[in-house]
């Protein structure tokens, strides 16, 4: 009797145990999803190694401020990297804006930015001074690390349907010594809010 008993468990929850399934992957399809750094570019917001949770809500819902980092695929005219290759940087500038890049900073409608919280590397690397004004259904993205970073500088402004969503927080990260091979667990940096 006690078999029946296990036989009738068993198909009672299987349904459930599905259903939690395809919940949690539908979840991680549509709402958030995991990226893990893999250079400098956002140093010292994101270290290569730091391993970050995105919402992916930001990409359906349109929502995004000047400032906000997110996560993009490339746009397809940019030449160094394949198409579709994900990238993670921060948004300087909004559909409408005038840019000025230079060497004493960015301003975006004649006003000048902040650094980005984290960095170090405040001065963009350009030669003469970029004007951009950048083109409805695009934004305008840098790395935090301007002299050590790929981004609309070099291939211009990004559409706004490449963007997947928005970093959350750091839920691990790990990185190398600069002296040996050694990998170190970045315990400081475990579930830290991505400003």
Known sequence: MSKGLADIRVRDLLPAALA???????LRWLVVGTYTIPSHSMENTLLPGDNIVVSKLVGLTGNIERGDIILFSLPEDADRHSSGDLFVK????????????????????????PNPPESNHTQPTMGPVQVTVVP??????????????????????????????????IYWSRGSSSSDSTVRIRWNRFFKRIL
């Not at 939690?20 to 539908?26: F, R």
């Open 136 to 169: 409805e259904g695009h934004v305008f993205v840098m790395g935090d690390n301007r002299k050590n970073s790929w981004d609309s500088r070099y291939w211009g402004p990004l559409p706004v349907q490449n963007i997947i969503g928005k970093p959350l927080f």
């Open 90 to 113: 921060r948004i300087i500038g909004l559909p409408g804006d005038s840019l000025v890049i230079s060497a004493d900073g960015i301003s975006a409608n004649n006003r000048m930015l």
């Open 20 to 26: 939690a399934i395809v919940l949690a992957l539908l």
